[in-house]
């Protein structure tokens, strides 16, 4: 703050500390500015037409006051509820700004497109649920990144491709559902998928298996 100096001394004192709240706040933004920026980016990447999302105010400091987040009390984000709210568009990268996001609830809207792979660095996260969208391409293996992540549903998409091997070393996870893709290869049967039934990956055509101790190829199974 040396450079401020002399422009402090010719101000009467009076004036000195609204000119550093102010200065302050221009060159270090909070993580809410961080997160409400975050938030208003989905809100531009979707159509909304119950107005769901009516009172996300870019021009309010705090996104905490928006209906369907839920903050902690250092007013992070760390739940966002839009299950079943009729949302159609895409998700964004600016999500994975949401550094401590437990609960992404996302399902049974009209969402299209891939799952970014921003998603993969929401270290708090507990819950990812996207089922019963119009989601298309891969899972992304950066989901094998969430520590804490115990459920993680992705059933009734169109997503397509193999089942990230990454994703078995999700050592928290309880319960997983892929059923009614597209994906192809084989099962995964080690790590935290042991535990899995096969009504976690039913009605994937182009899906075999499960593994059984490594005698069908992860390569097989219609991957093309």
């Known amino acids: 703050m040396n450079f401020l100096a002399p422009l402090l001394m010719a101000i009467p004192s009076p004036v000195h500390v609204v000119l550093v709240v102010t200065l302050l706040s221009t060159l270090a933004p909070t993580s ?75 399902y049974m809207n009209n969402l299209v497109g891939s799952i970014p792979e921003e998603v993969g660095g929401l270290k708090s996260l507990v819950s990812l ?21 115990k459920f993680l549903r992705l059933n009734s998409n169109r997503l397509s491709g193999r089942i990230p091997r ?6 928290n996870l309880k319960i997983l559902d892929v059923s009614n893709n597209d994906l192809c290869g084989t099962i995964p049967t080690s790590g935290s998928f042991a535990k899995l039934s096969e009504e976690s990956f039913m009605n994937n055509s182009k899906l075999e298996g499960p593994e059984l101790m490594g005698f069908v190829r992860y390569d097989t199974g219609g991957c093309k």
């Open 32 to 106: 809410a500015n961080v997160e409400g920026d975050a938030l208003y980016a989905l809100r531009r990447a979707v159509k909304d037409p119950e107005n769901v999302l009516e009172s996300w105010d870019p021009t309010l400091v705090d996104p905490c006051t928006w209906f369907h987040v839920t903050c902690d009390g250092d007013n992070r984000v760390t739940r966002l509820d839009l299950g079943n709210a009729k949302l159609s568009g895409s998700l964004v990268p600016e999500l994975g700004k949401l550094e401590r996001l437990q609960y992404l609830e996302l």
């Open 129 to 149: 649920d996207l089922y019963h969208n119009n989601l298309t391409g891969s899972i992304p293996a950066s989901l094998s990144k969430l520590p804490n992540l």
């Open 166 to 171: 990454q994703l078995t070393k999700l050592g």
